[in-house]
């Protein structure tokens, strides 16, 4: 069975960092493209960043650029988000997904969700 689970979440004060996981099992996650998407309370899910199979290529939304680092270790079956200078603004669940498709990640509509893992920035 396919199977992506998320963590590293949890509380953490403005300025903070956290860096997510997300290690699949029942399938390999060389040959496909993730994302990492948020969703607040009450909002929209959104996109945040998001990575080729093969990590040449990487995006991110405006609102955590130069701020989050996507990274993957195929070696370990495992993507990770690096989250730095967090911001209460950047509390949510956050979710990782898996497609074949990049296009598909990027655009929202990838196969494969993990169940989320909470991520609470202070103030």
């Known amino acids: 069975q396919l199977q992506l689970v998320e963590s590293g979440g949890g509380l953490v004060q403005s300025g903070g960092s956290l860096r997510l996981s997300c290690a699949a099992s029942g399938f390999t996650l060389d040959y496909y493209a993730i994302g990492w998407f948020r969703q607040a309370p009450g909002k929209e899910r959104e996109g945040v960043s998001w990575?080729?199979?093969?990590?040449?290529?990487?995006n991110y939304a405006d609102s955590v650029k130069g701020r989050f680092t996507i990274s993957r270790d195929n070696a370990k079956n495992t993507v990770y988000l690096q989250m730095n200078s967090l911001k209460p603004e950047d509390t949510a669940v956050y979710y990782c997904?898996?497609?074949?498709?990049?296009?598909?990640?990027?655009?929202?509509?990838?196969?494969?969700w993990g169940q989320g893992t909470q991520v609470t920035v202070s103030s």
């Open positions: 990575i080729s199979e093969d990590s040449g290529s990487t």
């Open positions: 997904a898996a497609d074949s498709s990049y296009i598909s990640v990027v655009g929202g509509t990838p196969n494969y």
